[in-house]
Antibody
Framework: QVQLVQSGAEVKKPGASVKVSCKASGYTFTGYYMHWVRQAPGQGLEWMGWINPNSGGTNYAQKFQGWVTMTRDTSISTAYMELSRLRSDDTAVYYC???????????????????WGQGTLVTVSS | QSVLTQPPSVSGAPGQRVTISCTGSSSNIGAGYDVHWYQQLPGTAPKLLIYGNSNRPSGVPDRFSGSKSGTSASLAISGLQAEDEADYYCQSYDSSLSGYVFGTGTKVTVL
């Protein structure tokens, strides 16, 4: 069965960086893009970007460009998300989510997120 | 500042039918991009509920159904059950943002 297991909770000071891992199992890691989504306390979901585990190519949401780095290690089927220059409003639960894709009826190549990690709470506080 | 708008909350008695709307614009739903729905139970990760506007993944009860028309989409829950109390989010793609977007989220309460 597909499983995404994330690293544990982190507490960071403002200005620091955090790196969250997401270990995949139960499927071919290089066959699906990995997306990252965050959720601030009591707030909604926010898409951050994706990484293609096969090529290492990335695509970041405009808001996070220059600020987030997504990488992967195919030898251990693990994706990483690193966020730098942390601020207090980066306090959130960070999720990895596997992206499944298809061509929709309008001809667009689209993604939805069929499996999610359990989430990693990152707290930014001085 | 999500580009997909949902009602903050909806409620219904057990057995009733409730619907959740997801309103977008010409750069996302109105442009023809498909809509997907997720259920988030308290304290847990989101779970895929509907993909491609109206398709249910294996294991999702047929009480859940989705539709899309114009710049909006809807999720319907029929035969409401206590276990359906959760937050629900729609998701699509936005060409202006060149990225994936989620709705503002709707809390479903079973009275």
């Amino acid at each position: 069965q597909v499983q995404l297991v994330q690293s544990g909770a982190e507490v960071k000071k403002p200005g620091a960086s955090v790196k969250v891992s997401c270990k995949a199992s139960g499927y071919t890691f290089t066959g699906y893009y990995m997306h990252w989504v965050r959720q601030a306390p009591g707030q909604g979901l926010e898409w951050m970007g994706w990484i293609n585990p096969n090529s290492g190519g990335t695509n970041y949401a405009q808001k996070f460009q220059g600020w987030v780095t997504m990488t992967r290690d195919t030898s251990i089927s693990t994706a990483y998300m690193e966020l730098s220059r942390l601020r207090s409003d980066d306090t959130a639960v960070y999720y990895c989510a596997r992206g499944d894709n298809y061509y929709d009826s309008s001809g667009y190549y689209t993604y939805y997120f069929d499996y999610w990690g359990q989430g990693t709470l990152v707290t930014v506080s001085s | 500042q999500s580009v997909l708008t949902q009602p903050p909350s909806v409620s219904g008695a057990p057995g009733q039918r409730v619907t959740i709307s997801c309103t977008g614009s010409s750069s996302n739903i109105g442009a023809g991009y498909d809509v997907h729905w997720y259920q988030q139970l308290p304290g847990t990760a989101p779970k895929l509920l509907i993909y491609g506007n109206s398709n249910r993944p294996s294991g999702v009860p047929d009480r859940f159904s989705g539709s899309k028309s114009g710049t909006s989409a809807s999720l319907a829950i029929s035969g409401l059950q206590a276990e359906d109390e959760a937050d629900y989010y729609c998701q699509s793609y936005d060409s202006s943002l060149s990225g994936y977007v989620f709705g503002t989220g709707t809390k479903v309460t079973v009275l």
